[in-house]
């Protein structure tokens, strides 16, 4: 073995991973969190500096989900691309990918090729390049374009009478039917050179002339709501107008954060020490994104940790001891509030009036009000960890909010986070996304569909 073959073996005996998180796959990425945390695996942010591309779910059988076609282009060799669809898999997959990486020096070896969509045809090669984002505008050959996505807006505020977008549809604060409602003679190439968006002319809010620019975020973003697609426009660094779309929910199941009071809705006997771990692991969850968005990286990686066990058998006493500790230690910090004071703030009454319930509605206030909300409700599921009472049939509050209304929770957030981003500096965006934290799991196809007025 020469002095490069053991540079190599070094440099991939922990190979950086970048996780691609898939709608109605939350289990499976819990599941490779952990695994990669007890291996020490660094995660990769880019493509670039990932050596594992890896999958949490099921690629889309109708080829809507080659963007991670696009992604995959981007890592360097060598590099494994896997998917990991069912819980209990994460361990084997990596193991597969590691000895990949290590045996086969200069190779790509994809395990999880794109489904070729009925017909035959690969989305992978449309408009002869690879990849591309959901809702990517594509030529349909009679001059104009349409979009491939389905459930957002972006179109021009200026084509429709200023008229700002308040939810993720046609722009009224109702939900699309799957098309932007764009038209041009010019082709995606025209329009955007090398695949970048040009920008434009527009009067910002102070009646300057400014450029102003389109830009997605999601869906593959590290700490971010799995299969949520933001696309906003920018003039300088404020947000002048947002958009919302979701990648669709395939497997019909319960969400999983939602389980506990679903099932005892349906009769089921579910402890209320169950509905406790899951409510705190859930709220862990989110605090995780909130802070490592935030730059706090040590506590947020401690609130996985605890997420983790409080979705294990871990003692009850200890673990609720620790989750009161962070949350005191995360309440403390004055550096955090002056950060995220101020952000997107969300009245009780508009947010009722939109069918936000939940922490979001209990905060009465801005991106830090809701972070408190979730470190108080912490403390209180710490603190029911050992009550093996059943849960009451009709206690439907999961972590997001109500369950028994006619929308999910998830829907009043995705409705109001468009117009909490409008006017917004663009540095605070993620942050107050991160703060509503919403679950695409809730969507169902069906939920979709209905929507979007099928």
């Known amino acids: 073995m020469d002095l490069r073959d053991r540079l190599r073996r070094a440099a991939l005996s922990r190979p950086g991973v970048m996780l691609v998180a898939l709608p109605g796959a939350t289990r499976v990425r819990l599941e490779l969190e952990a695994e990669l945390r007890c291996r020490g695996w660094p995660r990769s942010e880019t493509p670039a500096a990932a050596d594992l591309l890896v999958v949490a779910g099921e690629r889309d059988l109708l080829g809507e989900d080659r963007w991670l076609d696009g992604i995959w282009e981007g890592v360097p060799k060598p590099a494994v691309r896997l998917a990991v669809r069912h819980p209990g898999d994460a361990a084997a997959a990596l193991d597969t990918g590691h000895r990949l990486l290590r045996e086969d020096a200069g190779t790509r070896h994809d395990l999880a090729p794109a489904v070729p969509p009925p017909g035959g045809e690969s989305t992978a090669g449309r408009?002869?390049?690879?990849?591309?984002?959901?809702?990517?505008?594509?030529?349909?050959?009679?001059?104009?374009?349409?979009?491939?996505?389905?459930?957002?807006?972006?179109?021009?505020?200026?084509?429709?009478?200023?008229?700002?977008?308040?939810?993720?549809?046609?722009?009224?604060?109702?939900?699309?039917?799957?098309?932007?409602?764009?038209?041009?003679?010019?082709?995606?190439?025209?329009?955007?050179?090398?695949?970048?968006?040009?920008?434009?002319?527009?009067?910002?809010?102070?009646?300057?002339?400014?450029?102003?620019?389109?830009?997605?975020?999601?869906?593959a973003l590290p700490d971010w709501p799995a299969g949520l697609i933001l696309r906003l426009v920018l003039q300088?660094?404020?947000?002048?107008?947002?958009?919302?779309?979701?990648?669709?929910?395939?497997?019909?199941?319960?969400?999983?954060?939602?389980?506990?009071?679903?099932?005892?809705?349906?009769?089921?006997?579910?402890?209320?020490?169950?509905?406790?771990?899951?409510?705190?692991?859930?709220?862990?969850?989110?605090?995780?994104?909130?802070?490592?968005?935030?730059?706090?990286?040590?506590?947020?990686?401690?609130?996985?940790?605890?997420?983790?066990?409080?979705?294990?058998?871990?003692?009850?006493?200890?673990?609720?001891?620790?989750?009161v500790s962070l949350a005191r230690r995360v309440a403390r910090s004055r550096a955090l509030r002056l950060l995220t004071a101020g952000l997107g703030p969300l009245p009780a009454a508009e947010a009722r009036a939109a069918g936000v319930s939940g922490p979001a509605h209990t905060a009465d206030g801005d991106a830090y009000d809701r972070l408190l909300v979730w470190l108080d409700e912490l403390g209180r599921a710490a603190g029911q960890f050992g009550d093996e009472r059943p849960l009451a049939r009709?206690?439907?509050?999961?972590?997001?909010?109500?369950?028994?209304?006619?929308?999910?929770?998830?829907?009043?957030?995705?409705?109001?986070?468009?117009?909490?981003?409008?006017?917004?500096?663009?540095?605070?965006?993620?942050?107050?996304v991160a703060s509503l934290d919403p679950d695409i799991d809730e969507l169902t196809a069906a939920d979709r569909r209905e929507a979007a007025g099928v």
């Open 127 to 219: 408009n002869g390049r690879p990849g591309g984002g959901p809702g990517e505008r594509t030529d349909d050959g009679a001059g104009g374009s349409h979009d491939d996505g389905g459930h957002h807006d972006d179109g021009d505020p200026d084509d429709r009478g200023g008229e700002q977008e308040s939810g993720h549809g046609d722009g009224s604060g109702g939900h699309g039917d799957g098309h932007g409602g764009h038209s041009s003679h010019e082709t995606p190439e025209m329009s955007a050179p090398a695949g970048l968006p040009m920008a434009e002319r527009a009067e910002d809010r102070d009646g300057l002339t400014l450029d102003r620019l389109r830009l997605p975020l999601g869906p």
């Open 394 to 432: 009709e206690d439907r509050a999961g972590p997001r909010g109500t369950l028994d209304s006619a929308a999910p929770p998830s829907r009043g957030l995705l409705d109001v986070l468009p117009g909490l981003l409008s006017g917004a500096e663009f540095a605070g965006a993620r942050i107050v």
């Open 236 to 323: 300088g660094d404020v947000v002048q107008r947002a958009g919302t779309e979701t990648l669709p929910v395939r497997r019909r199941k319960d969400p999983f954060w939602d389980e506990p009071w679903l099932r005892a809705a349906r009769g089921e006997t579910v402890p209320r020490a169950e509905a406790a771990r899951r409510r705190c692991a859930a709220h862990l969850d989110s605090l995780g994104r909130f802070l490592a968005v935030a730059g706090w990286d040590d506590p947020a990686a401690r609130a996985r940790r605890l997420r983790d066990g409080a979705l294990s058998a871990e003692p009850g006493d200890r673990l609720g001891e620790d989750v």
